[in-house]
């Protein structure tokens, strides 16, 4: 096109390119501006067209009013052309025809080398709140057209304040809604500006209003905004200030917070949304959450005694003890500070194993509450073997974890994974990770008209999965022949693994596991099924 037009602007040769786009709607279905555009490009007629629409594409933005844009048709030819003009809108949601659009004119005579303009006015008064697309097409020798759309939604402009009271600039905004039209997205979120602004163009609804992680670095200040009911242009204020405080009193001596994980969500049918924010040695541990009754949060809290703090190395913890609590609130109206109460929290004496010598050892737990969309937790490294009382919470919390041979450079050569495991108020119980001896932790079932295979080549004696990493995850080899022909054939297998094999009729299965390992003692188990 430049190479033809070596003289035009880089705005004129795209106006070339979307005016003399084809259309690619079918049939049954209009597309919007916002689908496909201009239509599919075509070069050579853009290259060829006497006629150059300026500009292609015109942008209403929000309109609450009519308003209007002049669009002009450029004749680059020699000869006079006459041009019959239409307009036409749809929803570009439901792709349903609406009559809000008119020109001034409906034909233009544009003599040799001259230009002719017409005005597109778009009355949105009569329109539902949506999104809205269409196209000014203009019939003459050959046929151009212009592009627009525009939007009638109501604006939600959210402003938020800081500790300091000042505009709170740069901090994430999340607005979300349980029911909403046809084609808009339940979830919305935004940056505030430096007046700490963020503005939102949204759909008739009610909305959840929420914004993290706050001003200060050393706590999480949560604000929230419950039901708001949006018909118009609002503006609402998320102000740090109303914010209550939410703290933890360890009801022990000594200690000190390693870790302290907050999360703020909403969990609805629809749409589930939060916030949430892991702390490293925190110096303070507290958090702040506005008054809510729709928002449910969750909080961590990590501690151990500080006699055993490394200032060499903090992540090197061999201590005795070791707490890992979860507290939750489904509303907050006021401050509140959780307190350990030990005679109701579970007392786990945990043995943390290895083989042949001590070496360092990576621990990481990860605690789950039914409120929460993720767990995060710190890894930390210990001398193992190392017997510790781990103190829990009790149902509903579930515990998991991860324990893994520590090394400076290169692959571990073994870890073990344990899921969610739960105890009763106040139980005082046992738990081992590397405890032997290890066994085969594969169930082989059938169950409606299906061989299932699941679970770990090899397992601890608590049913915590055994992992070979020094070999890249190859853990062994599953073979599963099917009425004499071969079906399945791993050779390189991850312990945790479901594997299906669907059947019908009278069916003959011969099932080979084998289990393979670096270390030098039990390199190799075999089991065979028929």
């Known amino acids: 096109l430049l190479q033809a037009h070596p003289a035009e602007s880089p705005a004129q040769l795209k106006d070339r390119l979307v005016s003399t786009a084809r259309d690619i709607s079918s049939a049954s279905e209009t597309l919007s501006v916002y689908e496909q555009g201009g239509g599919r490009i075509n070069v050579s007629k853009a290259l060829s067209t006497p006629i150059l629409v300026d500009p292609s594409v015109v942008s209403f933005g929000f309109m609450n009013s009519t308003s ?82 525009f939007s009638k939604l109501n604006r939600l402009v959210v402003s938020k304040i800081n500790m ?54 050393n706590v999480s200040i949560y604000t929230t905004k419950d039901n708001v009911s949006l ?4 503006n609402i204020t998320l102000d740090e200030r109303d914010a209550k405080c939410v703290s933890f009193n360890p009801n022990k001596a000594g200690q000190i917070m390693s870790e302290k994980y907050d999360e703020l969500d909403y969990n609805g049918k629809n749409v589930s949304v939060g916030f949430s924010a892991l702390y490293a040695y925190p110096n303070d541990t507290r958090t702040y959450i506005t008054p809510t009754t ?17 200032e060499t190395n903090p992540w090197l913890v061999s201590a005795p003890e070791w707490h890992k609590l979860v507290y939750n609130l489904s509303s907050v109206v006021s401050n509140t500070t959780f307190t350990a109460n030990y005679t109701e929290l579970v007392r786990r004496t945990t043995q943390y194993r290895v083989a042949l010598v001590p070496e360092h050892a990576d621990v990481a737990m990860f605690a789950f509450h039914p409120d929460m969309w993720g767990a995060f937790a710190h890894t930390y490294t210990m001398d193992a073997p190392l017997q510790r009382d ?21 692959q571990p050569s073994w870890y073990y994974e344990y899921e969610g495991r739960n105890y009763s ?33 090899s397992q601890d004696a608590y049913g ?32 945790g693994l479901w594997l299906g094999v669907g059947f019908t009729g009278e069916t003959v299965f011969s099932i080979i596991i084998e289990g393979r390992a670096s270390r030098v003692l039990s390199t190799h188990t075999k089991t065979e099924l028929n």
Not at 173 to 193: L, N, Q
Not at 231 to 234: A, E, F, N, S
């Open 68 to 149: 209007s844009r002049v669009i002009t048709f450029h004749n680059m030819d020699t000869t006079a052309h006459t041009l019959n003009l239409s307009v036409k809108t749809i929803n570009a949601l439901t792709h349903t025809q609406f009559s809000c659009a008119s020109l001034n004119r409906t034909s233009l005579t544009i003599p040799a080398g001259q230009s002719g303009a017409v005005l597109l006015t778009i009355n949105p008064t009569s329109l539902n709140k949506s999104l809205y697309s269409g196209v000014l097409t203009a019939n003459g020798s050959d046929e151009v057209h212009a592009v627009f759309g």
């Open 164 to 217: 300091s009271g000042d505009a709170a600039a740069g901090e994430i905004v999340a607005v979300v809604a349980e029911s909403i039209p046809d084609g808009f997205e339940h979830e919305y979120d935004a940056i505030t500006d430096e007046n700490g602004r963020a503005v939102f163009y949204l759909p008739d609804g009610t909305y959840q209003v929420m914004s993290g992680w706050g001003s200060d670095p």
């Open 390 to 410: 781990d103190w829990l919470s009790p149902v509903p919390i579930d515990y998991a974890g991860e324990y893994v041979q520590n090394v400076s450079s290169g």
């Open 231 to 234: 018909t118009d242009t609002m």
């Open 464 to 495: 915590s999965r055994f992992g070979n990493l020094s070999s890249y995850y190859d853990s062994g080899n599953i073979t599963v022949v099917k009425n004499g022909t071969t079906v399945i054939d791993h050779s390189r297998i991850r312990d």
């Open 425 to 457: 108020v106040g139980e005082r119980t046992t738990f081992g990770i590397g405890e032997h001896p290890l066994t085969s932790g594969m169930d082989v079932n059938i169950k409606d008209r299906q061989l299932i295979i699941e679970g770990a080549i």
């Open 294 to 310: 729709t928002f449910k949060s969750v909080f961590t809290y990590t501690y151990y005694p500080r006699a055993y703090y490394n």
